[in-house]
């Protein structure tokens, strides 16, 4: 460590910020700040607040150990409180989310795991929510509650309690919002193809006396596509009901913004290029369109009835924009924004005025002069595809030789790494490690072919492009391809492994955070919840078991002999600690250096940051160790 390097803990201790809504009156903003060590809801009385503002001086709302969510009810029906909440949060990571309601004013200093009102609650089942009408009278929410496994979608009355299974197909479906009038609500539902899900426009004076389903009458499927795996999105709805905007790639290769109407016709309007968004202020004076250009996010505003361009949205430099939440009159638009040298902080677009103002300011005991951005580059692979990374390259003197390279894989597969702020990350570089970011084949946000590149049997075609990565590393003079390591977290974390075992002559090291090591045994002990839906992107136990050894790290395990790094959650719903712990024992009984470190309180990954404190420097120093300075 360099003398003007600071400690890695100042960079884990780097806070964020984002918003989670206004309130009804556009006075309030809730921010979920990771100031207390885990993400809490805090609430800005913005009307007379000089701007920004430090996160210590927001007001706390919640207090918890477990990360907690939250959003304003539109209306309070009951007249109790015009300003209440709808909350979520599960149990050392476990996801099983459960639901409940509170006043955004704690009667005490913050609101703690018992003084929060209790709304659907069942432990052992997991609740979604997914829209309130604009009365604030009815909730849809998804649970598991039947059987465990399928995900029907409820309606309950927020002043009589009442509830009413409205849909249900024995698959995985979730709410996706009302209309403004509360006649329909949208259902996702997942299929068993890779990549691909269905909605559904159900009215509800339909569903009065139990579920709908697929197909039934007052259920209407929005643009239908059963020739290939497309993705749609739930609609965001003009003010009078009559019409609204979506996303959708069907029939194309990115998604484009569609405007439909309840009877199910719907035409596209507005294509990007790249994977798009959008969303309609509750007024209707604004579509908002956002895109995802190479990895940094675009935004516009346009009128929603002649989709004219009417505002180009200043965003605060190259990166990503998200959480994108308007005052109701449609003049405040609040989102987060991070990027690779800016850590995560609320911003408002001032949508009348057309100005830009940072809202929140988080601590950052690091200087910010110090981060290094990314340079976005492409490589070649094995078959002449194009793969893009960012590269991360240490300010480092000359003579002191090619830097050592940590290469980061995302997680997914169905993802995409953006350069958004890593703490991990930029201390590495100021240690004098480069690190390399690529979106390998399968990779989402350069469309649809490219996101089923590696698919069932092509799985294998993903680890190739990390070879490809490598050789790409040794045409770099000021980069070490011979001190290289794999870094990778879920997926990543699988990649990572596959990387070692194929590739063994290639990596230096490896870093495993609740990664699986064997698909067979990560399919049969996933949750059973997950199980069908991890199935349609790996392969089935029942049909592909052959394919899923063909793809399993431990069935190559004999060819690793890089030093691995293993993180994992003791209560990971997704990746069983199992998947951990049998990898451990085989490299032990080998003599590969293997270490494993189990936290008993998360889940699938680190949210809390006590346990990021303690991981991280041990991270850090391993890598170190194996690879150099």
């Known amino acids: 460590m360099t003398s003007e390097t600071p400690d890695i803990r100042a960079y884990l201790e780097i806070r964020t910020a984002a918003p989670s809504g206004w309130s009804p009156d556009a006075r309030s903003l809730l921010v979920s700040s990771d100031l207390p060590g885990s993400a809490q809801v805090h609430r800005l009385d913005v009307d007379g607040t000089a701007l920004p503002v430090e996160a210590a001086s927001l007001i706390p709302i919640t207090r918890f150990e477990e990360p907690i969510g939250a959003g304003y009810l539109p209306a309070d029906p ?93 698959g995985w479906t979730g709410p996706g919002g009302f209309s403004p009038d509360g006649r329909y609500l949208a259902v996702s539902e997942m299929t068993t193809r890779p990549g691909d899900n269905v909605v559904h426009l159900v009215d509800l004076r339909q569903a009065q006396d139990g579920a709908l389903g697929a197909g039934a009458d007052g259920v209407v499927e929005l643009a239908p596509h059963p020739e290939r795996e497309s993705s749609v999105g739930t609609p965001s709805w003009l003010p009078d009901s009559s019409a609204f905007f979506f996303t ?37 004076r604004h579509l908002l369109v956002v895109w995802n250009d190479d990895g940094r996010t675009r935004a516009e505003l346009r009128d929603p009835y002649t989709l004219e361009v009417t505002d180009e949205v200043a965003l605060p430099g190259d990166g990503v924009a998200g959480g994108f939440r308007f005052t109701r009159d449609g003049r405040w638009l609040a989102f987060s924004f991070s990027s690779a040298t800016v850590p995560g902080d609320v911003w408002r677009y001032d949508t009348q005025e057309r100005r830009l103002e940072r809202v929140t300011v988080s601590p950052c005991a690091v200087d910010p002069a110090s981060f290094v951005a990314p340079e976005l580059v492409r490589f070649p692979s094995f078959d002449g595809l194009e793969v893009p990374a960012f590269v991360y390259r240490p300010r480092r003197a000359a003579e ?63 680890v190739r492009d990390l070879a490809a990565l490598h050789d790409w590393l040794g045409t770099q003079p000021d980069l070490d391809a011979d001190r290289a390591a794999l870094y990778g977290g879920s997926y990543g974390g699988y990649m990572t492994l596959m990387g070692l075992v194929l590739q063994p002559e290639r990596w230096a090291a490896g870093v495993d955070i609740v990664g699986m090591s064997n698909l067979v045994t990560f399919l049969e002990n996933t949750s059973a919840w997950r199980r069908a839906f991890r199935e349609r992107e790996y392969g089935s136990l029942e049909h592909h078991r052959d394919v899923l050894l063909e793809a399993s790290p431990i069935t190559y395990v004999d060819e690793l002999r890089a030093p691995l790094f293993i993180v994992h959650g003791a209560n990971d719903p997704r990746v069983p600690l199992s998947e951990a712990e049998q990898l451990h024992a085989v490299l032990r009984e080998r003599g590969v250096r293997s270490e494993l470190l189990v936290y008993a309180d998360e889940g699938h990954g680190l949210s809390k940051l006590a346990n990021r404190i303690d991981c991280y420097p041990q991270v850090a120093a391993f890598l170190h160790d194996v690879l150099g300075d």
């Open 78 to 170: 009951t007249g109790r409180d015009e300003h209440r909440l709808l909350l979520a949060t599960d149990r050392g990571g476990n996801e099983r989310h459960q639901l409940f309601t509170a006043s955004h004013a704690p009667t005490v200093p913050f609101w703690g795991p018992d003084e929060l009102e209790p709304l659907v609650v069942d432990d052992e089942y997991i609740h979604r929510p997914g829209g309130v009408t604009r009365d604030g009278r009815l909730l849809a929410y998804a649970t598991n509650r039947g059987d465990g496994v399928a995900f029907d979608t409820w309606v309950r009355d927020l002043v009589d309690g009442g509830e009413r299974r409205v849909f249900a197909t024995g």
């Open 400 to 462: 002191r030789g090619p830097a050592p390279v940590v290469v980061v894989v995302h997680g997914g597969p169905e993802s995409q790494y953006r350069p958004s702020f890593t703490p991990l990350t930029q201390y590495l570089v100021a240690q004098g490690f480069a690190v390399v970011a690529p979106n390998v084949r399968g990779s989402t946000g350069y469309g649809r072919r490219y996101q089923h590149l590696d698919d069932v049997e092509k799985r294998l075609d993903s």
């Open 248 to 284: 959708t790639d069907v029939g194309r290769d990115h998604g484009a913004i569609a405007r439909g109407t309840p009877d199910g016709h719907y035409e596209v309007v507005v294509e990007k290029g790249w994977d798009a968004g959008c969303g309609v202020d509750w007024s209707g």
